[in-house]
């Protein structure tokens, strides 16, 4: 199993008014979680105090991740697992078997990196790259990130996106937000030079 943010589809981005799209690379980073995997999965009734505890003591003397470790146990199967994660991480958990990448998505990221990150680019949405991983970690999704940026700024990904009328953007969330403060500004002027009044 396998997953994806789901928070970067929370982000409400104002329509750009011009024909063309902007592509920005940016990091939503990690939801922070509510609770602990084991007290997530004992509250979802996925696995039982008694499991949770012996995990935990094998987990000090093993210094495993308590999710590998309960399903190494067989306490938990890997679907369970890969769920409890998307819940307590706030994602989405996407099933590979339904889906299948999309090319433009393929074309932002390079295989080497694909490869290395255990990394499957699924679909270029807008201004958002959905990339499938199986391990979520903060690291993992900062050199993602690192990686989109400079492949938005490659001539292959560049020529790729005339198509779609994509301009492009590899820079920090508060570029984007200047830009769109801009374009907010700039649109507000040719409102009130027209006449046009806000009902």
Do not use: C
């Amino acid at each position: 199993m396998a997953f994806r943010r789901s928070a970067v589809k929370d982000e409400v981005l104002e329509p750009v008014p011009e024909a063309r799209r902007q592509l920005h690379a940016r990091s939503t980073g990690l939801a922070q979680p509510g609770e602990k995997l084991g007290e997530l999965l004992v509250r979802k009734e996925r696995l039982t105090h008694t499991q949770l505890n012996e995990a935990l003591l094998q987990q000090s003397a093993s210094g495993k991740r308590i999710g590998a470790l309960l399903v190494e146990l067989g306490a938990l199967n890997e679907y369970d697992l890969a769920w409890a994660l998307a819940e307590q991480f706030s994602l989405e958990l996407v099933d590979l078997g339904r889906e299948t990448p999309e090319p433009e998505a393929v074309a932002v990221l390079s295989e080497s990196i694909a490869r290395t990150e255990s990394a499957i680019p699924l679909r270029l949405d807008g201004d958002t790259l959905t990339v499938v991983v199986s391990d979520v970690t903060p690291e993992i999704i900062e050199r993602l990130n690192k990686t989109a940026a400079k492949a938005v700024q490659s001539d292959a990904f560049k020529k790729l996106s005339v198509n779609e009328g994509l301009v492009m953007l590899a820079e920090p969330p508060e570029a984007l937000d200047r830009y769109f403060s801009g374009e907010e500004a700039r649109w507000r002027k040719v409102i009130e030079d027209a006449g046009i009044k806000p009902e």
